[in-house]
């Protein structure tokens, strides 16, 4: 198996391999051999988003002393504040927890839409039936990421990670787990 066995890791920790970590639905003998999260480049906006109201509020803070008194500035500083700081936070806990997990029997992909709603959609590797890949415009060719659809037999579960670094070695690492088909293809 191409699978390396030591512990590999970008920086911004979407991907990676053998990872030393344990999820709740996990068996006894299930190996996590892979963890992806969409690419850090996906996030700018909210990034972007942060900095511009953040200049928002500083340039406001200019010219609003000409006009409230200092209880409502301090007023409008905490919310505002407030606000970035939820903002940020919200859109990280997003990132981090929307998560795709390949063990040595299944495919595992956790996504959250908002603090509210999250679904949880897993098949095992012996119903994997196809895999694709696709990675498109500039920015997904240029810094290698795209989506990777799992497609299951049947009406079973099919699973999507979107936007996640290096489609090609997920794909790669998921056909070497496919048990071989017995007329001779995988």
Do not use: C
């Not at 850090?40 to 509020?57: A, D, E, G, M, Y």
């Not at 970035?84 to 029997?105: D, H, M, P």
């Not at 709603?117 to 990421?145: C, L, M, P, R, W």
């Not at 990670?161 to 007329?183: C, G, S, T, W, Y």
Request: aromatic share 16%; glycine share 4%.
């Amino acid at each position: 198996m191409a699978v390396p066995q030591q512990s590999r890791h970008n920086l911004s920790h979407s991907f990676v391999v053998n990872p030393t970590i344990t999820f709740t639905t996990q068996e006894s003998g299930e190996d996590v051999l892979l963890v992806v999260r969409k690419h850090p480049l996906t996030q700018l906006f909210w990034i972007v988003n942060t900095f511009l109201f953040t200049l928002i509020v500083i340039l406001i803070n200019l010219f609003i002393p000409q006009f409230l008194d200092a209880n409502h500035i301090i007023v409008f500083n905490f919310f505002a504040v407030s606000f970035i700081v939820s903002y940020v936070w919200v859109n990280f806990l997003l990132w981090y927890f929307t998560v795709g997990v390949v063990t040595k029997i299944r495919i595992v992909d956790l996504d959250f839409y908002n603090l509210l709603y999250k679904e949880f959609s897993a098949t095992t590797i012996a119903q994997v039936s196809d895999i694709t890949t696709k990675v498109g415009g500039f920015f997904g060719s240029v810094f290698n990421f795209g989506d990777v659809f799992v497609k299951t037999e049947g009406f079973e579960q099919n699973i999507m990670f979107d936007d996640i670094p290096q489609p090609e070695d997920v794909v790669k690492i998921i056909n070497e787990l496919m048990p071989k088909r017995a007329h001779g293809g995988i």
